[in-house]
C-alpha cells in the first residue's frame, strides 16, 4: 500500500495522469486494471516471452461500437466464425523514394540524408497541406517539407535558418517525433516535438504553433536514442516510447563480442506533454521498478526470432511508433533482425504490424515485413527500414504509410499504401461462411461495412442475446451487396434504419461468399461517418476524428 500511495503521489507531481488507478473504463467497454500502467517484468522481456494481451483473454460482456469502425485484426468482436482472417501487406510506391536529399545542407559527408526518424507526416486541415519533419544531415538538424497529394514534396526556404527549410537547430539529434495536436486548446501548442539528444542522452520537448518556430527545449528524463512518442486520444495521455537496454539474460546475444543487452521499450505516460516527461532512471531497465521510473513495457520476442538457436542473436525492438485508427491502436514494429550480412551494409530492420484496444497490451498475431528491406543494394530500402511518426494518412480508399530506409550512400523516405482499413480481412470463397460478432451495443442507425466481393455476396442479419434473429433485420430480408468499397451501407427491405435496435445489446451476423470483410459500423449519419480516430488525417477530413463520411472517401487524382 505505501509503494503504491508513493507512486500515486510521484505520478501526480510529474503530471501524469492518475485515473489510471481507479481501473477507467474505456470507450471499448475494456476496463483497465487499477494498478496502470501494468507490472511487466524484466524476466518477461529477457526470456522473450510473448507479451499477453488481457482484454482477450477476459472480453466484456457487450462492446460499445460508438468509436470508430470495428476492425477484424483479432477475435475481440467475433464470437464464431467459419471465415478465414487474411493479414496483408503494404505496397511500395512505384516511384519511391518521395523525399531524398537533394539541398547542400542534406548531403554532408559521409551519407546524403533526408530521413523521418520518426519525425512526423501529418495532412493539417488548416492549411490544406500534407506536412513532413526529418532530419537533414546524419544527427544533423529538423527540417520541413510540404505537399499538396503526399507525393511530391517541397521543401521551403524558411525564416529560422535562411534559406534552408530547417525548422530545428538540434546539434546532435537521433529520434525525433513532430506531432499535430488537433484537440489542443493553445494554438500555441498546436505542434509538439520531442526528440532524443546525444550530447547528453536526454529527450527535450518542445511546442510549436505552426511547426516551424519551435520553443527552446524543455528536458526529459534520461533516455536512449531511437526514443520516441505518440498520442493516445481514448485516454488523452501523451505516450513516451521510451528505448532502453535489458541486459545478461536467456534471451541475449550468446557469443563474443556481442554487446550482452537487448533493445526494447519502457512506457510513461502523462496528460501534460511538457510537465508530464518528467521521469527518472536510466537508460538500462534493472529488475525492481521504482515510483518515477518508466516502466518495462515491450520488446521482441521469440516469435520475431522462430529459427533462432540456442547460439543465435535474437531479433530486437528497435521502435514502436503508435497511432490512434479508427478504434484502436495501430502499432508500427521496427524489428532489428540478426542475419549477418557483408561488413559495411545497413541494418535489416523492417516494419511489422502490433495492435492495442487499451494502449499498452499489444497484439502481434502477423510476424511478416508489412514494409520490408530490399535485397538489391541500390534500392532506397536496401536496409534499416523503419516507421514514421504519425503512423498512416487516410487518402481516399488508400492508407499512405511512410518509412524510411538506407543503402550504402543515401537515406532517403519513401511510401508504401494499403487499403482503407486493410490490415486484415475476414474471407470466404465460392461456399458461403458466416462471421458472428459477440454482442454489441450503439446509438446509431445505419449499418455500413467495408467488403471486397464484387464477384460475391455480402448479406447481414441481426440476432438477439439468444441468437435469434429480429425481424426484419434477416438474412433473407437483406439486400444483397456486391461490390468492393470501403464505405457502403447494408440495409433492408422494409426498415428504414437500425434505430429500433439503438441502445440494445445485439449481435451482427455475415455470410459471405467469394469475398473479404475488413470492417464494420453503426454510425447514426447517412453518410458513414464513424466517429473513429482518422490517424494523421487525410484530405477529407477536417478534425482527429471522421465526422465526413464518405465525403473522406474521395479518391484523389491519379500521379
Not at 521499450?265 to 518508466?294: I, N, Q
Amino acid at each position: 500500500m505505501k509503494r503504491r500511495i508513493a507512486a500515486l503521489f510521484a505520478w501526480l507531481v510529474a503530471g501524469v495522469a492518475p485515473t489510471g488507478m481507479t481501473g477507467e473504463t474505456l470507450q471499448n467497454g475494456i476496463v483497465l486494471p487499477d494498478a496502470w500502467p501494468p507490472r511487466r517484468t524484466m524476466a518477461e522481456l529477457r526470456a522473450g516471452e510473448v507479451m499477453r494481451v488481457p482484454y482477450l483473454e477476459q472480453k466484456p460482456d457487450v462492446v460499445p461500437i460508438d468509436v470508430g469502425r470495428q476492425l477484424f485484426v483479432d477475435d475481440f468482436l467475433i464470437d464464431r466464425t467459419t471465415l478465414r482472417r487474411r493479414f496483408h501487406k503494404a505496397e511500395l510506391y512505384g516511384k519511391n523514394p518521395v523525399l531524398r536529399p537533394d539541398r547542400r545542407w542534406e548531403m554532408i559527408y559521409p551519407t546524403k540524408v533526408a530521413l523521418c526518424f520518426s519525425d512526423g507526416v501529418f495532412f493539417d486541415p488548416r492549411d490544406r497541406l500534407f506536412k513532413l519533419w526529418y532530419m537533414s544531415a546524419l544527427f544533423g538538424d529538423t527540417a520541413y517539407a510540404t505537399s499538396t497529394d503526399g507525393l511530391e514534396w517541397t521543401k521551403p526556404s524558411l525564416d529560422v535558418r535562411p534559406p534552408t527549410n530547417v525548422v530545428l537547430l538540434s546539434g546532435q539529434r537521433d529520434s525525433s517525433t513532430v506531432w499535430l495536436d488537433l484537440e489542443s486548446s493553445d494554438p500555441r501548442q498546436r505542434f509538439k516535438l520531442f526528440q532524443f539528444n546525444r550530447d547528453n542522452w536526454r529527450g527535450s520537448v518542445h511546442t510549436s504553433p505552426d511547426g516551424i518556430h519551435w520553443t527552446e527545449p524543455r528536458w526529459t528524463g534520461p533516455c536512449g536514442d531511437r526514443s520516441t512518442m505518440f498520442y493516445n486520444p481514448f485516454r488523452k495521455v501523451w505516450v513516451y516510447s521510451i528505448r532502453s537496454e535489458a541486459n545478461k539474460g536467456p534471451w541475449e546475444y550468446k557469443t563474443p563480442p556481442y554487446n550482452p543487452v537487448i533493445r526494447a521499450r519502457r512506457y510513461w505516460e502523462c496528460r501534460d506533454f511538457t510537465a508530464g516527461a518528467a521521469w527518472t532512471g536510466g537508460p538500462s531497465m534493472h529488475e525492481e521498478w521504482k515510483a518515477g521510473e518508466p516502466v518495462p513495457w515491450v520488446a521482441a520476442d521469440r516469435l520475431d526470432s522462430p529459427e533462432a538457436g540456442p547460439n543465435d542473436l535474437p531479433a530486437e525492438l528497435y521502435n514502436v511508433d503508435a497511432v490512434a485508427y479508427e478504434s484502436l491502436m495501430l502499432g508500427l514494429f521496427s524489428i532489428l533482425h540478426a542475419n549477418p550480412r557483408l561488413a559495411g551494409q545497413p541494418k535489416i530492420n523492417d516494419v511489422m504490424l502490433g495492435f492495442s484496444r487499451d494502449g499498452f497490451h499489444w497484439h502481434r498475431p502477423f510476424r511478416e515485413a508489412v514494409i520490408p528491406v530490399s535485397n538489391e543494394p541500390d534500392t532506397w530500402n536496401y536496409g534499416n527500414v523503419q516507421s514514421v511518426g504519425g503512423g498512416c494518412l487516410i487518402v481516399g480508399d488508400k492508407l499512405y504509410v511512410y518509412a524510411t530506409g538506407r543503402n550504402a550512400t543515401v537515406e532517403s523516405t519513401g511510401l508504401a499504401f494499403f487499403r482503407r482499413d486493410g490490415f486484415a480481412s475476414m474471407e470466404a470463397g465460392q461456399q458461403e461462411g458466416t462471421l458472428t460478432t459477440r454482442p454489441v451495443r450503439f446509438s446509431g442507425r445505419r449499418l455500413f461495412v467495408n467488403v471486397a466481393a464484387a464477384e460475391g455476396e455480402l448479406r447481414a442479419e441481426v440476432l438477439d442475446c439468444q441468437g435469434k434473429a429480429i425481424a426484419p433485420f434477416t438474412r433473407d430480408n437483406c439486400e444483397p451487396v456486391h461490390a468492393d468499397k470501403t464505405l457502403l451501407a447494408v440495409r433492408w427491405k422494409g426498415a428504414e434504419d437500425l434505430s429500433s435496435l439503438s441502445g440494445k445489446p445485439v449481435q451482427f451476423r455475415f455470410h459471405l461468399r467469394n469475398g473479404a470483410i475488413y470492417a464494420f459500423w453503426v454510425s447514426g449519419d447517412s453518410s458513414g461517418a464513424s466517429h473513429g480516430y482518422v490517424a494523421a488525417g487525410g484530405p477529407g477530413f477536417t478534425g482527429p476524428t471522421d465526422t465526413v463520411g464518405q465525403a473522406g472517401c474521395a479518391t484523389p487524382p491519379d500521379k
